[in-house]
């Protein structure tokens, strides 16, 4: 069974940057969508973006301008970038793989706070 395996996540101030990082153990052409999510204390887990198997990507407006979801296929990895960062992105933020069924990764915790 493929596993993914977050990384990156950490306490940064509002305005800096992180690039989070999701290995796959097998390879991600297999993946039809492939997705970061995140959830907040308190608060149910949400999209933040996506990208299709042709390369199609999907954002959440409140990320839409800062943020950039990409993968490295020869890699097995997915990516996000984050910039700009707020308060309010402050979440575990969770690798999610679908292909018939959906694999999630353990989460990495992203902290924005001065």
């Known amino acids: 069974q493929v596993q993914l395996v977050e990384s990156g996540g950490g306490l940064v101030q509002p305005g800096e940057s992180l690039r989070l990082s999701c290995a796959a153990t097998?390879?991600?052409?297999?993946?039809?969508?492939m997705a970061w999510y995140r959830q907040a204390p308190g608060k149910q887990r949400e999209l933040v973006a996506s990208?299709?198997?042709?390369?199609?990507?999907d954002y959440a407006d409140s990320v839409k301008g800062r943020f950039s979801i990409s993968r490295n296929m020869a890699k097995n990895t997915l990516y996000l970038q984050m910039n700009d960062l707020k308060p309010e992105d402050t979440a575990v933020y969770y690798c999610?793989?679908?292909?018939?069924?959906?694999?999630w990764g353990q989460g990495t915790q992203v902290t924005v706070s001065s």
């Open positions: 999610n793989g679908h292909r018939g069924v959906g694999y």
């Open positions: 097998e390879s991600i052409f297999s993946f039809t969508v």
């Open positions: 990208i299709a198997g042709g390369g199609i990507t």
